[in-house]
């Protein structure tokens, strides 16, 4: 019941009692659609929220992501580039040398597959002698052609595979001139290592001091002119920082 209908019911001469019932009935309506609506702003709210929640989680994984190389991991043997750039070249080396000695068993088996076939050869061109002679002393026993013709189509055979083997070896080194690349990439990270070697020991020359670092004064923490000395670090934020710093 609306506000207008309750004024009408009063005009119409109810007594108290009537109009109480009936006013307790619009507070009731009122309050279901109050409630009604606070539902509604509720739900969009809370998808409002929502979506909000989920742009700052992709926005945090992005700088995540784009801040992932600071702070720097702590100067372990495991995060210490010229130590890894050592291990790189020399895990490579061990590795092509193990391919080196792959592609040499498998020529020499080639080799060996080659010798072999050409011994057959030698056998087989017995057998054609033989047999043609045969063939033409006694042209009417057809065994002696068919095996005439056998042995020829072995030989055909054979040197396919004497062939196929002496194409393998020139794929394998082929392959062993393409492994060089190996060698001028250790070439390449031990030009790199070197230089950063220089860089850093030229970079410890330039900050040398005469006086040993445990000897030096400690240093103020606020000095004179400092407008607000709130905001000056102390040093046991800067421990704390370097601390944090290296358990990351």
């Known amino acids: 019941m609306t506000q207008e209908e309750l004024d009408a019911l009063m005009a119409g001469g109810l007594d108290d009692e009537?109009?109480?019932?009936?006013?307790?009935?619009?507070?009731?309506?009122?309050?279901?659609?109050?409630?009604?609506?606070?539902?509604?702003?509720?739900?969009?709210a809370g998808e409002i929220a929502e979506g909000k929640i989920k742009e700052l989680k992709e926005t945090h994984e992005y700088r995540a992501s784009a801040d992932m190389a600071w702070p720097p991991?702590?100067?372990?043997?495991?995060?210490?580039?010229?130590?890894?750039l050592d291990d790189v070249t020399k895990d490579s080396e061990a590795k092509a040398g193990e391919v080196f000695d792959k592609l040499e068993a498998i020529n020499e088996f080639m080799i060996t597959a080659e010798e072999s076939a050409g011994e057959v050869i030698t056998l087989i061109d017995s057998n054609i002698e033989l047999f043609?002679?045969?063939?033409?002393?006694?042209?009417?026993?057809?065994?002696?052609?068919?095996?005439?013709?056998?042995?020829?189509?072995?030989?055909?055979?054979?040197?396919?595979?004497?062939?196929?083997?002496q194409d393998t070896q020139d794929e394998v080194m082929m392959t062993?001139?393409?492994?060089q690349y190996q060698d001028i990439h250790r070439q390449k990270?031990?030009?790199v290592i070197n230089v950063m070697r220089a860089l850093s020991s030229y970079m410890s020359s330039?900050?040398?001091?005469?006086?040993?670092?445990?000897?030096?004064?400690?240093?103020?923490?606020?000095?004179?002119?400092?407008?607000?000395?709130?905001?000056?670090v102390s040093n046991d934020d800067i421990e704390e920082l370097i601390a944090n710093l290296g358990k990351s």
């Open 73 to 84: 991991p702590p100067p372990t043997d495991d995060h210490k580039m010229v130590y890894q």
């Open 132 to 165: 043609s002679t045969l063939c033409e002393k006694f042209p009417n026993v057809q065994d002696f052609c068919k095996a005439l013709e056998d042995n020829k189509n072995m030989k055909i055979k054979v040197e396919g595979l004497i062939q196929g083997a």
């Open 176 to 179: 062993m001139d393409v492994m």
């Open 18 to 44: 009537e109009i109480g019932l009936e006013s307790e009935e619009v507070v009731e309506e009122m309050v279901d659609d109050t409630t009604e609506e606070v539902k509604e702003e509720s739900v969009e």
């Open 189 to 191: 990270i031990e030009r």
């Open 206 to 232: 330039l900050f040398e001091g005469k006086i040993d670092d445990s000897k030096r004064v400690g240093s103020a923490v606020h000095i004179e002119g400092d407008a607000d000395t709130d905001d000056v």
